[in-house]
């Protein structure tokens, strides 16, 4: 069973910047995809980022030019850099990784902006 432990979250202010992690328990080399994933109450969960195992990457239109993905396969941690924060990108954020068909997922850390 592979676990995903996400880290980073917190209360910052609107222009500022948070650094997101999710430490895997295994080797991140074995996933097709990481990225992630948000929810704010009341809304429907979206894609935030993802990066292939081949280094293909992605956003969602919110987050383009703002928020930078990376990962570190010696560490077995992927990173979310969130820069520019506004107070709608206040939400649950959740890492995931998947591996053919399977896909896991981390618990969430919260992120509120606010000022």
């Known amino acids: 069973q592979v676990h995903l432990v996400e880290s980073g979250g917190g209360l910052v202010q609107p222009g500022g910047s948070l650094r997101l992690s999710c430490a895997a328990s295994?080797?991140?080399?074995?996933?097709?995809?990481m990225g992630w994933h948000r929810q704010a109450p009341g809304k429907e969960r979206e894609l935030v980022a993802f990066i292939s195992s081949g280094g293909d990457r992605d956003y969602g239109n919110f987050a383009k030019g703002r928020f930078t993905i990376s990962r570190d396969n010696g560490e077995n941690t992927m990173y979310l850099q969130m820069n520019s924060l506004k107070p709608e990108d206040t939400a649950v954020y959740y890492c995931?990784?998947?591996?053919?068909?399977?896909?896991?997922w981390g618990k969430g850390t919260l992120v509120t902006v606010s000022s």
């Open positions: 995931f990784g998947s591996v053919s068909s399977v896909t896991y």
């Open positions: 295994g080797s991140i080399s074995s996933f097709n995809v």
